[in-house]
Nanobody
Framework: QLQLVESGGGLVQPGGSLRLSCAASGFTLNYSVIGWFRQAPGKEREGVSYISRSGASTNYADSVKGRFTISKDNAKNTVYLQMNSLKPEDTAIYYC???????????????????WGQGTQVTVSS
């Protein structure tokens, strides 16, 4: 069964940190661009961060630049999103997605993903 499973979400105070994981099963992430997306209540799903097939190239939304770090461990078939200095506006359900890709790209539009995880809730509140 081909699937992505996110974990690591939870409740954290403003200024705190969380690390999200996105583990793939049934396929390898070695040939995929991975994106992290989030969706807050009443808002559209938005891209947060992206990482290329090799993990050498990354891309971030302006709203998280300098606070979030995406990384990839191809040996573990897992992608991570380290989130520091969290703000209440980071509260959302976070999803990871994989796009089968022949090229070393660090961005794929939201419509271009082949697999999506079920999401993990991140709540930033005091």
């Amino acid at each position: 069964q081909l699937q992505l499973v996110e974990s690591g979400g939870g409740l954290v105070q403003p200024g705190g940190s969380l690390r999200l994981s996105c583990a793939a099963s049934g396929f390898t992430l070695n040939y995929s661009v991975i994106g992290w997306f989030r969706q807050a209540p009443g808002k559209e799903r938005e891209g947060v961060s992206y990482i290329s097939r090799s993990g050498a190239s990354t891309n971030y939304a302006d709203s998280v630049k300098g606070r979030f770090t995406i990384s990839k461990d191809n040996a573990k078939n897992t992608v991570y999103l380290q989130m520091n200095s969290l703000k209440p506006e980071d509260t959302a359900i976070y999803y990871c997605a994989a796009s089968d890709m022949d090229y070393e790209l660090d961005y794929v539009s939201i419509d271009g993903y082949d697999y999506w995880g079920q999401g993990t809730q991140v709540t930033v509140s005091s």
